[in-house]
């Protein structure tokens, strides 16, 4: 019968599909198993004495450092990825990268098959801060530290070994003085598109804040005035109806702070829209490759930027510090740095 | 003649066709000349059904030939068949509602390529076809506004689009009138003229003798005999089927009704039933009858609560009842057997004994749970009792023939023990020998003292069977027949075709 | 003797129907190819825990040192898990043999590195043993600490074999399996019995979030970050009550109005999660107090299986009883099969549809508690497209989309497939969009086969 014929085919496509899924990003775990002390309890220093030397060969992969971070998709987050990698291969550990989607009971599964695998160290940007812990705990359980990235875990009596985030309140500051610059001493009306439901984003404004209010201190003229303060959503299409919703109560405005690229970018749109691109200035946060490139066109003015690259190198010297027994510091906050039209004009990256 | 030297139009020799644990067919031959109507005979499950797939290539035979003019050819595919030019006419009709007669015949046959279609072309071809047949019917009008009967004369006008020389007609007549039915049969020797062979099944022997040449007859998937309609008379056509022979078509018994039992006053539902008053006594059997769309099913639900009554009255023996579904009419003792077993009888997909079981599992739990054991002896004297033919109780209820479907159904009744029996049309669809057995068990209900009401619509069984006749019209009650044992068919259908009503 | 019951073993295996064997469990055979290729895709190297290696090691480190020679077991470890059990039986082990433990330390690098320097300076310290984590941590910083402690000079250091098994079959994974399917699992009992009368239930997986912010927010109403045992139990049965009505309304709409229950549940498949959002202030779950006792049913394990996986088995085998041997089962058969011949059988249609999805609430309620508590929260997130997942399990398990037909047991069959799929393509380290690709050719691959079964009858 051909139908069988048919779904024989199909089950030998669909296993060999499988083994090519497998072999194509399982080749590490073939690696894995062949360094390391292997045959009958072979003493890896069995010359005794200070003999007992260190790692026997430079190919020795240590151990797994298993990586879940909230998407895969989002650059940030594979940026953080892909030099956590090199640097985790660079002292001899694998990387073991999983994707759950924004979905927190995905991420929790992959918590429980990195704990069935025994991994090293697991890195994690929680999908959601509280509804990890259990996942978290029961790493903790298993004896294996987890750090996390960007995100703090905020369940109670999960036990975080290491965190690297960056210092979104110094950001902000940065943004607050960009601003300033930006409005020079004619000051202006400041529209700041946030997001309140990140926590990270609430301290961008914080710093942000501090630093207008610092300078309108004692001015009676060339204020900074902050008139509306809307929802981002941190997405294009919020940024946009926020703005253009300002835009029509604030026919003034002169600035916008929006506390994200994307939500920036949605601004701009609006802006532009309304043909006032070239009085107001935008000021961003992130320092993706759009906002920069926003940058470089002049549509947005400034932005501080964060360093993913950074956070993933510091990561994995916290786990090397971790597994050598070493204390360290618990937290490690990156400074972000303001990126204007001058950096932009010479970034290599941006064509 | 030249008909010696001719090869036949169809030749099937040899045909067997299994199934895992039965045989569908066995060595079974068929012959069919062009210009004759062959008539397909055999109670059901005799393979009747079996041996048409064959013919239209929905079931590939594990041995022997067919051969077309003489010419060899494989069947293995529906499209292989109307390639042969075989045309089948199903009982469900293969028509799809919304679309119109004419778009009906040409389903399928579009132009190849995207064009437009060219509906006045087809328009007249279908017109040239409704000719050809001797009909008329208006190409344009959805299939859904067609009677049956229109709808069966669009199927073969549909198979001769097709070229088809062969035409095979299942149970053609089963939801016809008899007026329909005069015309369809005018259709088929319409058809013989034009020198196509008809391959026809029905169980109505009244048919038979009307249109049918030759007769072959089929028994329990063997090919039991062919015969010119000259050689044979209907007593030796029903021993053929049954493989016995039957002295009469209706037993004979005494009746002698009691106290009346049911009676329903005024019985109202817009204007499918307007008005309708009768009594049933005990021990009696009432015919209810007239033509398709007089009321008479929906009499029958009403009365059973699968539809709500605007007005009238219910009573059992004196008391008058509240019946808002049918699960009221149970417990007072009401059943319906209804006409279309498959589609309001029978859960087609579940066993034999789950259906038989499906009103009574109350009777067949304790604590809470259902004692299989309990339900599968009660179902096994009904086995015995009433001779359902099923391989196990755990059979589907989809694969039994209409006979044995009608007989689960009678007995999941009967373990209710219930005191009103409404059959309607208990018999189509179903063939002598079974039908016999039927009757036998519905003089049996009214000998145990139950209030039996059967509607039909073949008049002969109406009249063999009833010991009073009611007939309806158009949502009335125009007449009632005191001593059918005296009536003609004659006589109900006047009643049925008037509008007041009238004691005879 | 032998050659007897040979000849019986192989006319019995030749009187089985194979045919009738497939088909009724076909989807069974897919399971098992699926665990098979699994294994094969995760089989890996890994250090041998097991006693007997903990004894080899054993007598390894004797045959090398001696009797009597001071060796210290350093061991990654945290509350559970491989570690300890590991640390106790080379303990176990090496004293048997005659050695002398000094230290026997589970935990962090960080802690053995305080057992190393602590070690007293003038008790030669023969052996290390270790697990392959400290493994590394001792090849690395042992030369360094033997600077400080002269102690450690001499120091050798052992640690496990390998040997090569599949990280599928480990059990801790096979039970890992069972936890992540328990949710899906006994929601798709409800949704198994929804589409076996011809319905579907497209809000289950909004009734997961529903339910887990009732829950949570009831607990939080009740007793605050510090709910009571029957705080909980309270809260809980709230989330499931409020589904079970929800579910109670679908049935009502879908029955009363007799709008097409793809329509009635998609709309309360928004309301339920829109409401969910709407109930917490914050996007974020609401976190839920009295961990220890809470978490019993999520991640719980008190009969050697989780308590979650215990609960899915006994409703699949109450399921199963009330299908096959009680009068709601048939109907419910009946319904699907055929309602207007049901209903002339005086089958009370309209209650059994409620009925169905009033229990399809009902289990997603339950499903949203076990959610509440595995993630300790009420998460408005929760939840997302699982009911997808649900509705997948069923109709791989052998449940006809068009109704009156479909197993429970064959249901909890499907749910697995789905498991496992999921997790052997995670310990292969399949990247996210494969997994959807092959994920998707599986479940057509499971319904292909039961269509075939259907075929070969």
Redesign the interface.
Known sequence: MNLKKFFLTSIAMGAALLMAGCGGSGEGDAKSGSGGGSGGGDASGSGGGDVSAGPSGSNEVKGVIAYTPQTLSNPFFSVIGDHLRAEAEKNGYEVLMVDPDYDVKKQSEQMDDFIVKDVTAIVLVPCDRIAVGPAVKQANDAGIPVFTVDSKCAAEGAKIEGHVGTDNFQGGELAGQAMIDALGDAGGKVLVLDLKRANSCVLRVDGFKKVINAHNEGRTSGIIDIVAELDGNGDNTKGYQSTADALQAHEDLDAIFAINDPSALGAYAAVEEANRQDHIKIIAFDGMPEGKQAIKKGQIFAEPIQHPDKMGRQIVQLIMKYQAGEDFTQETLIPATLYTKADADQDPDLK | MAEAEKPPLLRMQGIRKAFPGVVALDDVDLELHSGEVLALLGENGAGKSTLIKVIGGAHLPEEGTIEIDGQSVRIETPQDSLQAGIGIIYQEFNLVPELTARENIFLGQEPSRVSFIPRKEEHRKALALFARIGVEIDPGKLCSELSVAEQQVVEIAKALSQNARIIVMDEPTAALTPREVEGLLEVVRELKTQGIGVIYISHRLDEIDAIADRITVLRDGGHVGTRSMEDIDREQMIALMVGRSLDKEFPARSSSPGKVRLAVRQLTRGNKVQGVSFDVRAGEIVGLTGLVGAGRTETARLIFGADRMEAGVIELDGQELRVRSPRDAIRHGFCLLTEDRKGQGLVLGQTVQENFGLPNLAEFSGMGLLSASRESEAFAQYVDKIKIKIVSHAQTAGTLSGGNQQKVVLAKWLQRNAEVIIFDEPTRGIDVGAKFEIYQLIHQLAEEGKAVLMISSELPEILGMSDRIIVMNEGRVTGEIKEPSEATQEDVMKLATQREKLAV | MTKLDFGKLFASLKALDY?KLLSDYGNVLVLL?LCV?MSF?TV???PATSPAAAE??AS??LS?NGKGAQVMVLV????????PKFAKNLERSLEEVGLNVVANV?????????ALRDHPKDQPLA?VVTD??I???C?????GL?KENPAL??????????H?WP?FL?I??LR?VL??IAVVAVIAIGMTLVIITGGIDLSVGSLIAFSAVITALSIDHLGGTDPTTSHLLLGSLAGVVACALIGMGTGGLVTVFKIPAFIVTLGVMFIARGLAFLCLE??????IGN?EAF?WL??GADFGLHNSVVLMLILYVLAH?MMS???IG??V??VG??P?????????VKRVLVFVYLLCGLLAGLGGVM?AS????G?P????LVELQVIAAVVVGGTSLAG??GKIFGTLVGALIIGVI??G????????K??D??FG??I??AV??DQ?KA?L?
């Open positions: 045919r190819i290729v895709a890996k190297e890994q080899e090691l390894l480190v090398e990654r470890g945290g509350k559970k898990g491989a570690g589970q935990g962090s690098p960080r802690d053995s590195r305080i052996a392959q984590h493994a590394v941590f090849a690395e910083q042992l030369p033997a000079a001499q120091s050798k250091r052992y640690s496990p074999t390998k090569t990280v480990k801790d994974n890992n936890k992540q914050k996007p974020n779950g609401l976190p961990e978490k999520g991640s009883i041997r009680t009068s048939r109907y058969y009946a099969g055929n207007e011949a049901a209903r002339l059988s005086g089958v009370p959610t595995l993630q300790m929260s998460d997130k929760a939840g997302n009156g037909k999921k997790n393509m995670n310990l292969a380290s399949i990247e996210g494969k997994q690709v092959i050719t599986v057509l691959i292909l086969v075939l075929r009858r």
